[in-house]
């Protein structure tokens, strides 16, 4: 039976893992953290990822456990709206809405089909042999006829793969996720300021996931994140101030946001795979970073299943056609969309607005038809 090294536990790693155990490998999981601990925030699944979800029978449970993103879209801080979205039109246009749900459901949901004994905690990856298949642990050596590295945005196999290749760069803008408690069932939204960007996604169990960005130089941080969210959004409209104040100043998360601006040449070198974050970085604007990975894991593990049934090595050159020039696209249309939540000065933050309300004024279909090429994909190159 053939061997897959799986490096990382986020989204990306347990998505290979079970996906590559569902078409006959084992696996190794190799996690550095003592713990699976995701980090406690929201994620939109949109239609695309769900597809590739259901291949591996874990769609359905995804869309029990979640909440339906429903009626919402882009709003001004004062409240005015500026484009809206129409929940049937995107599920006769989709197949699907696009659901909510807390990252560590994603997580359990995965971590629970993982096969007895495939997780090893505490598995500090210090190198990797791409061509022999071979990965150097602080526990010692295990080799596999195939890696994959979910390693992250910093991911030190993605250097070992491409030295030299330019570093994710820093997207000028900073971010605040925080997931509290909910009142009168908020209707999802974002909302677009000068520089600034809040966000508003329900979820199940009347809980509330919250996001927010501002353009800052990289590397700053206040005393108190939560007292920064409020004096940044605290006078704009409802429900933002009141889900702030109810907010655990100690949930509150912040971090800078990096994309790979330079897309890899491949995603592949010998018998080791990038997937998700270690392979294409991306800005949140477009909500298809962990979409993404979660694709990147079944296209990978049908090609890797279908070299089980034909007994040859996995075609990872195939993997990456299938994935590189999509993943370049979604990434480079989320920065602009990202270039687009920064802009500050009046006059510009006028024309955008006029912009998006123009878009929305066409109608539902007009609006979602720049998605179809994310939605509408297939989750792998068979279906």
């Not at 259901?54 to 709003?75: F, P, Y």
């Not at 990038?274 to 049908?302: K, S, W, Y």
Request: net charge positive; with cysteine.
């Amino acid at each position: 039976m053939s061997h897959a090294v799986v490096i990382g536990a986020g989204i990306g790693g347990l998505t290979s893992a079970v996906a590559l155990s569902q078409e006959g490998w084992t696996v190794t999981v190799l996690e550095q953290a003592a713990a699976i601990d995701p980090i406690g925030s929201g994620l939109a699944i949109a239609p695309n990822a769900l597809r590739a979800l259901d291949t591996m029978g874990i769609g359905d449970e995804v869309r029990k456990l979640s909440a339906i993103q429903g009626e919402g879209g882009i709003r001004r801080p004062d409240g005015r709206w500026l484009s809206r979205s129409d929940t049937d039109a995107m599920m006769a246009r989709y197949g699907d809405p696009v659901v909510l749900l807390l990252r560590a459901t994603l997580v359990d949901l995965l971590a629970v089909r993982l096969p007895a004994g495939a997780l090893h905690l505490n598995r500090r990856v210090e190198s990797v042999d791409p061509a022999a298949g071979r990965v150097v642990t602080n526990e010692g050596t295990i080799e596999g006829d195939l890696i994959v590295a979910a390693d992250g945005i910093r991911s030190a196999t993605r250097r070992t793969l491409f030295p030299g290749h330019p570093e994710p760069r820093y997207a000028g803008v900073t971010s605040w996720r925080v997931v509290g408690p909910g009142s009168d069932s908020p209707r999802a939204s974002e909302t677009w300021g000068a520089g600034t960007v809040f966000g508003v996604m329900p979820l199940a169990g009347g809980q509330v996931y919250c996001y927010a960005t501002a353009t800052v130089p990289p590397g700053l941080r206040a005393s108190s994140e939560k007292d920064e969210l409020i004096r940044l959004f605290g006078d704009w409209h409802a429900p933002i101030p009141a889900l702030l104040a109810a907010a655990d100043p100690g949930a509150v998360l912040r971090h800078d946001i990096y994309s790979l601006d330079t897309p890899l040449p491949a995603f592949h070198r010998g018998r080791t795979a990038l997937v998700g974050d270690a392979a294409h970085p991306m800005t949140p604007n477009l909500g298809q970073g962990a979409c993404q990975a979660i694709e990147d894991a079944v296209v990978l593990a049908r090609n890797a299943g279908a070299a089980v049934k034909a007994g040859t090595a996995v075609d990872l050159a195939a993997y990456s056609r299938a994935r590189v020039a999509r993943t370049t696209r979604i990434v480079r249309r989320s920065r602009a969309i990202c270039r687009l939540t920064r802009w500050r000065r009046g006059p510009a933050v006028a024309v955008r607005d006029a912009m998006l309300l123009a878009i929305g004024a066409l109608g539902t279909n007009v609006a979602f038809r720049q998605f179809d090429d994310v939605f509408n994909r297939p989750a792998s190159p068979d279906r």
